[in-house]
């Protein structure tokens, strides 16, 4: 539970792999001079869907897995599908993730490098540094995608052997397979 400015608190569960989230008034909101909390206000915070005690169940695909470490997802990765949208034949976006929390890769034209965290499912890039080439379409534009999703990304999956790099609402960005 993150508290935010006006007394709401933001909640982050990792359900099955997904990310789940729910914002709550931490503080009951006035509504006299007094404080006195006004009518109907919570007074607590309530669990993201599918967290703990929440009857809501997980919508996340049944043989899907939450990478634990870095080393679950070490190795070298080729995307697939990028925003939903599929690769351009011909143009490689890949990812090589170390145990040591080091990412490198290419985006289709350039080549960028930094750091990631992981820790169950929650996955997060640093700063991440790139060349600056200018390249023909497609894969200018291929490689913008990309980039662009890789900013994003706030968790992980690993589904049918494939690594699914999710959004903070556990929604896929990039499905990657092995190399």
């Known amino acids: 539970m993150r508290n935010l400015a006006g ?24 509504d006299d001079a007094g404080g006195a909390p006004a ?17 809501t169940p997980a919508t996340e695909p049944s043989d899907a897995t939450i990478p634990a470490d870095p080393a679950a997802v070490a190795g070298q990765w080729i995307a697939e599908d990028i925003g939903g949208e ?3 034949e011909g ?10 929390g080091r990412a490198q890769g290419q985006g289709g034209c350039n080549g960028y490098s930094g ?12 700063p991440l540094a ?10 200018m534009s291929q490689e913008d995608r990309y980039f662009t999703v890789l900013r994003d990304v706030k968790g992980a999956r690993i589904e049918d052997g494939k690594l699914v790099l999710l959004d903070l ?5 990039v499905t990657l397979h092995r190399k």
């Open 7 to 30: 007394g709401l608190a933001l909640a982050v569960a990792l359900a099955a792999g997904g990310v789940s989230l729910a914002a709550a008034q931490t503080t009951p909101p006035s």
């Open 39 to 55: 009518a109907g206000a919570p007074s607590e915070a309530t669990p993201a869907p599918g967290a703990a005690g929440d009857a």
């Open 86 to 88: 599929p690769t351009t």
């Open 91 to 100: 143009v490689v976006s890949w990812l090589k993730l170390t145990k040591q």
């Open 115 to 126: 750091s990631f965290t992981l820790e169950n499912g929650a996955l997060g890039f640093g």
């Open 130 to 139: 790139s060349t600056r080439r200018a390249c023909p379409e497609p894969q």
């Open 169 to 173: 609402r556990g929604d896929p960005l």
